[in-house]
């Protein structure tokens, strides 16, 4: 069981929430300029990384916000919580130690 | 139940309304264990979601509606008559007595929308949303703990302090009212589970404790 | 109950040899999808000058972690074809590998609790007839009688409105399996190297040469992965993408019981699968996590949710005990269908995103993937699941048949 460090309410058990998969994908400015390749690249392929991994999360049954956190996908440690649009703080400020 | 004064309005079906845990009242009573846990079903009551930014005008004028807005997690705001609970960020759930309600003479949801005006937001009747269930006595916490996460010791949690979370596993808004009583604010729909799951969890209470 | 003793083996299956200079193929990953593509290059291509690398002990991934159910009623034609070669190949393959797996064709049953999975799954025994895939569907009644201990009243949250039935689907010892086929690979002279992880590919040009381990470089002419949910991983190393995701996936067994439970019993909307196991533990999987993880476990919550599960359908077990729970690491892809094929890697080949449900296709994976690296061009059996089907949008959506259980 995770322990979630929401923003706006604190820590809270991971079955308040809902996962959101990697962070920082940005909807591609010209979908029509796009190839088939990069079309494919948007839609199904995403990083899975093993380490530090920048993620969404939503506090679906608290505050109902999104954000994001970086977790380490091989121990589960939770490295970060920071605002939606922010930029990936990368290993900046741990929230548990 | 209390839910049977004679109001009108609502289109006159008022009459014929049923709390969603009516069916429970019994059980509520039967199950209840005087002065160790209590549960019964209050009675209905005016709620309105409100989605606003508090720092905004528009958020001042709904708050000189509501009597303020909390300003974050776990906050209540309002008046002697009117709760106002934090939801989120820009979310407010107003609760306040049925009578409120502008079908039955009241004019709440009516002054809540004017004050929002033009401006982004939202104010919604939410008061067939949900019901609420006030659980209380020194084994109160006990109960609750036994299906919420959250650090519920009165070190932490404060009376008057409101929290949405889950309990039995379903969503609720929990609003600790005292220091050993509780109201939980369940959607209708989950009423008929949670009650059910609560009496469940106050059984062990009505026998003598193992020592 | 099978009256099958599990059978006397010797000491040792395989050898553990030295890892040569080089190799015609190696293959990375030394689970069952791994050891049944050596296994067939070397029994149909007559490619024997090749290696399995393991990074662990053989067979210790998700080949040691899964809840063994083996069944073909896919959907789709492509699946059905795939899933209905393995389990066609299950049924020779104990024989064919001179090693009694205890292959139980006990029958799978796959529940359905509103009228939504209702006509989905009557639609899935039309298409399963047309494919040739054995299928009935059951009422309630007919589901008690196949399997007494299934609580069928209407009065559950989610009552029994019926089932798909497949009677030649069934379970396996996994761990068997492997050594079977780590057996006969080890008798065709295929090097199984344990301990031995992949750490990178050394490269000429375009052109894969050779493979760096932790026990040093190894050249060969070709590269195949089977490395489930570490796929990706070794994707990167190898300087490609798959639209790959690793969750975590966890299974549970209880103590041993007497003979209860005559079959195997899935619930896609409830999230757990059921079967007995030969020495008479309750086999029970979870659904995945919904977070990405290569931590081998997952959270308690999703074990909890599959025990209330179990228990509202099956009340007798409510005194069971829990023996231990573990996790295994599934690789997801968006259409829960496999991925095997070539690689934008010239000489690189993938077997991956069977996801939650690969080892009912061990043997068609083996043979398929096989055929692939030994021609360079797929079988015609995982032609649609190449890695450019999330290109031409020909994807194969098996999530009704596939997603939680397996
Ligand atoms: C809990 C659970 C229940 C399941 N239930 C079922 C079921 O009932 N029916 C069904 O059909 N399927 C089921 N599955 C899915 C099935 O187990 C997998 O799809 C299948 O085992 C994957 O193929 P594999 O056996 O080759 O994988 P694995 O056994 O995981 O083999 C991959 C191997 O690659 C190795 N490896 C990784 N990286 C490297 C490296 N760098 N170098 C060298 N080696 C490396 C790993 O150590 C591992 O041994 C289940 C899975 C889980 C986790
Ligand atoms: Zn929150």
Redesign the pocket.
């Known amino acids: 069981m995770l322990l979630i460090s929401c923003p706006n309410c604190g820590p809270r058990d991971e079955t308040e929430f809902h996962y959101g998969g990697q962070a920082h994908v940005p909807y591609p400015e010209n979908p029509n300029d796009l190839t088939d390749r990069e079309w494919a690249e948007y839609l199904f392929y995403r990083e899975n990384t093993k380490g530090t991994f920048a993620e969404r999360w939503v506090h679906s049954t608290g505050c109902r916000q999104w954000f994001n956190m970086l977790r380490d996908t091989v121990t589960y440690d939770i490295q970060a919580v920071y605002q939606m649009g922010g930029a990936a703080a990368r290993r900046a400020r741990p929230t548990r130690s | 139940m209390a839910n049977t004064a004679a109001f009108t309005g609502i289109n006159g079906l008022r009459e014929i309304r049923r709390s969603p845990a009516s069916h429970l009242a019994e059980a509520f009573d039967t199950g209840s264990v005087q002065g160790t846990v209590t549960l019964n079903e209050g009675p209905f009551q005016t709620m309105v979601g409100v989605r606003v930014d508090r720092s905004s005008e528009a958020g001042a004028r709904i708050a000189s509606v509501t009597g303020g807005l909390p300003e974050r997690c776990g906050d209540v705001g309002g008046t002697e008559r009117v709760s106002v609970l934090w939801l989120g960020p820009q979310e407010f759930l107003v609760v306040a007595p049925e009578d409120a309600h502008d079908s039955l003479g009241g004019d709440l949801i009516g002054s809540l929308k004017s004050a929002l005006g033009d401006a982004a937001g939202q104010v919604v009747d939410l008061s067939a949303n949900r019901t609420t269930f006030e659980l209380s006595g020194p084994r109160a916490r006990a109960v609750l703990e036994k299906g919420c996460a959250l650090d519920l010791h009165p070190r932490t949690l404060k009376p008057g302090t409101a929290l949405n979370t889950e309990v039995g596993n379903i969503p609720v808004a929990l609003f600790k009212t005292g220091e050993e009583s509780f109201r939980l604010f369940p959607r209708a729909s989950f009423a008929d589970y949670l009650g059910r799951w609560l009496l469940d969890a106050m059984r062990e209470f009505a026998s003598p404790e193992v020592p | 109950m099978s009256t099958h003793q599990l059978p006397e083996h010797p000491d040792f299956l395989w050898h553990n040899p030295e890892p040569k200079s080089s190799y015609d193929a190696v293959i ?9 593509t050596a296994y067939f290059l070397a029994k149909n291509h007559g490619m024997t000058n090749i290696a399995v ?19 073909s009623n896919y959907l789709w034609d492509e699946s059905a074809a795939i899933y209905e070669h393995a389990l066609k190949l299950w049924e020779i393959l104990p024989e064919e590998l001179e090693y009694d797996f205890l292959f139980s064709q006990r029958g799978v049953m796959n529940l359905a609790h509103t009228l939504g999975d209702v006509r989905e799954s009557i639609r899935r025994v039309g298409a399963n007839k047309l494919n040739g895939v054995d299928a009935e569907w059951l009422d309630p009644q007919q589901v008690k009688e196949l399997c007494p201990i299934l609580n069928i009243r209407d009065d559950i949250r989610y009552p029994v409105m019926g089932a798909t039935y497949q009677p030649r689907a069934g ?1 396996a010892k ?1 761990d068997h399996v ?1 050594w079977a086929f780590a057996r006969k690979c080890d008798e065709m002279g295929v090097d199984i190297i344990q301990n ?4 990178g590919f050394v490269k000429d040009g375009n052109r894969v040469v050779g493979v760096k ?1 932790n026990r040093g470089t190894i050249n060969t002419e070709k590269v195949g992965l ?6 990706s ?2 994707a990167e ?1 190898a300087g490609f993408r798959l639209p790959i995701q690793s969750h ?4 549970l067994v209880s103590e041993l019981h007497e003979p209860v439970h005559p079959t195997v019993v899935m619930s896609n909307h409830v999230h757990v ?1 059921v079967s007995q196991a030969h020495k008479g533990e309750l086999v029970m ?2 659904g995945v996590d919904s977070y990405n993880g290569y931590g081998q476990r997952g959270s308690f919550h999703v074990i909890e949710h599959q025990m209330a599960a179990a228990v509202e359908l099956f009340p007798i077990f409510a005194r069971a005990h829990v023996l231990r729970t ?6 997801t892809t968006l259409d829960a269908s ?1 991925i095997v094929g070539t690689t934008p890697v010239d000489n690189m080949f993938v ?2 995103g ?9 043997p068609a ?1 083996g043979l398929t993937f096989a055929h692939t690296i030994a021609t360079g061009a797929p079988h015609k059996l995982n032609r649609p699941f190449a890695l450019e089907r999330f290109e031409t949008g020909a994807l194969i959506d098996e999530h009704g048949a596939a997603a939680v ?2």
């Open positions: 990375v990953g030394g689970g069952g999808h791994g050891l049944a690398l393991e990074k662990g002990w053989l067979a210790g991934g998700n080949m040691a972690r899964n809840t063994t159910i083996i069944r379970i996994h492997a031995c992880e992949v750490t381990t089977c490395a489930a949910g570490h796929s991983v070794l190393m975590p996936l966890q299974a699968y999987g979870a573990w996790g295994g690491i599934v690789d496999p077997n991956c069977w996801g939650t449900g690969g080892f009912k296709g061990t994976a259980a397996h």
